[in-house]
């Protein structure tokens, strides 16, 4: 009934990141619990419009990196609960950053994973996440309760 | 029309505490402004699917004890307010343990009491909910507009 | 489709503050993406119904300081984001504390000015404000999606 | 060298707690890495200089209840930790709203009991505190290391 | 004994304030329980040591605010408390944001006002500081005791 | 003069990680600003003095997993900021979780890198932490004045 409006968070430095990024997307899209309108995606909002592909030195201007960082520090603000596709195995210190933030401000975080990677996850992402499931989970899950789950897999 | 996601407390550490918390339950899930459906109840989410009742030595794991907590805690960041089901003259840590962590991560409470129990309530839960109300309101309160109320009862 | 519950702060201390107030009010009323009922107007809650414009004295009283100033506190942690009706050129400091608090706690905030008012911002609100918009975008803009603008008229 | 600044809490509604609050005091006092002076006791802070024993009255008045709860919500802001003497065998709401609040903003708490009080801790307190410590271990106990401790007792 | 580290706030918008300013840091560098050197005063820190005197054109610049009020929040968060130089008469809605931002993330304030400048303080500020204290107070003022004082002084 | 309690943070996977994590500590051990005593360093604190090196099997303990983090965490809440020792080219999850931490709960906190490190660094860890210094600055930083310095390396 209800749908809920996420923070949408993944990486996109490498094929593994920007496959896990396009096939999590795709499938939270089709998930009935979530406002996927009202959600936030980092890569649909640029700074005043510019495409740093198009130009990469703009990303040493102060400017552009204040306000990059403040466009998605305000939306972990905005939103209520954050999701965020990861790959164990491909470290990304943006999403770890991030769900750290939201525990400490007092939102929960759903931290999906690719059903075969069994790579250790780091402790504070591992712990600071609200519960830790599998891709192949999250067409059903249900954002509307995202409830404590105790994560069984390697952490180290 | 809106319907509000809750963390709901309670104790049940005696008889009068679990005739509050099923009295105060059925009510909630009849209350209009309420989404019972995704709202959290502690004694529905158990560590692992363990029953501390058939072995309560379970208790003194620090995996348990541990786990417990972070359930409990994570539920309070899930929700987007708190109602409490309480007697003031059965105190009760946990209850005003939650109370407080939601008022200092920027999250209203409601406390609900009993409309006859007229024991003096504490300065920190009486103070750090938003407003406290008598069971006999708790049918009809919207928890949409969760707005403050003097309370003009005994306080301590 | 959602609506979104709003702190909604304003100033009623000169003509100008309050055309503010009643046009930006009038305004949200009608914008579809506002729970105007569930929505939080100060002037509409007042400390045991007392009208202190009947009797300003009532101001000097600590019980009427503490308890006006928690009551827009508790309505700043219900609401799941606000709007503030703003005059740059007439400062006020109920305004802005309330903003920085909302940052604080997590919360995103849209100021709104009227078109004409090129004075200078104060950096704090400026910049602690998710959106500062003009008063002619308010009817159309959606609260669903309150995220990061840069806003490039000037600030001191 | 250092002495830690702390919020000292503890409860005065019966003998058990009036003597373990005399006895804990005491031997802070005597602990070199405490600064007493600068810490803070709620007793000798009456709001106006008011002594509630001498009317009882005075704590139905509203202005009463907030300047009180207000003067020790914000000594746990001046402190840089907490200490609190408490005995499990009689619960104490005030002492457990306090250390939530202390680990949701951000700060340690050391929970003092009784070396002979097997009584169960209230989960709550019990894990949100950084290190339950038994008073014979006050006089050593260093308060510039403020480190967490695994409490192997009963918890609740 | 011990010195406090303290975020200096004051305002420089005209000479009113500038007397108050330059009288009240005077004082404060002479105060014993004042870590002078160590507290941040924001006009020692400009953002890449441009000079805005030289160039006003240059608070246009995105860069320039955005590290700009960077550095103030970084400050407050480095600092143990906020001391405030304000004249009531004078609104400054950067001196309230940064009270209310440290009240949210629990950090103690001192406001400082003249003798002789009895126009009301508006709600957040006057409720959020820790203590309101008179010029002529600051040079003894105990900073290693930012305890609660209530405001008997008028409040809008 | 004063000395500033830190928390330390570092990273021990890999050659490069412990050959930063040595040198730096040892250069915090002879800053003079800095109370190496009561500052806090991970793998000085092991649950229950369990030795993970000697039976690795441990960390797929769920007890072991929550004491741990919650060490971290409880250390991060008394340490007032942090530093962490850092190689961007050997991206560290649990660093920047930290850092995250910090930022959100208001604490200060200084990143160092290697001299010739020149591997962009991702735009929350740089842009959360209040300073980025090179490790032939460290001996002689001040850690009692933590204050934003804009960094112009490369951040991505």
């Known amino acids: 009934m209800g749908k809920r409006k996420l923070y949408m968070g993944y990486a996109w430095f490498n094929d593994k990141q920007i496959g896990m990024m396009n096939e999590g997307l795709n499938i939270l899209k089709g998930n009935s619990s979530v406002d996927w309108d009202n959600s936030y995606r980092p890569l649909e909002h640029q700074y005043d419009g510019i495409n740093v592909e198009d130009d990469p030195s703009v990303m040493r201007r102060v400017d552009w990196q204040d306000e990059t960082v403040k466009a998605d520090e305000d939306a972990l603000r905005d939103a209520s609960a954050g999701v965020f596709l990861y790959n164990p195995s491909e470290p990304d210190e943006g999403i770890t950053s991030e769900i750290a933030f939201l525990y400490a401000i007092g939102k929960p975080t759903v931290l999906v994973i690719p ?22 989970e999250l067409e059903h899950y249900n954002f509307n309760k995202i409830f404590h789950q105790t994560y069984h897999g390697d952490i180290y």
Chains 1, 2, 3, 4, 5, 6 share one sequence.
């Open 115 to 136: 059903d075969d990677d069994k790579t250790p996850i780091n402790l504070m992402p591992a712990k600071w996440s609200t519960a830790i499931i599998k891709l192949s």
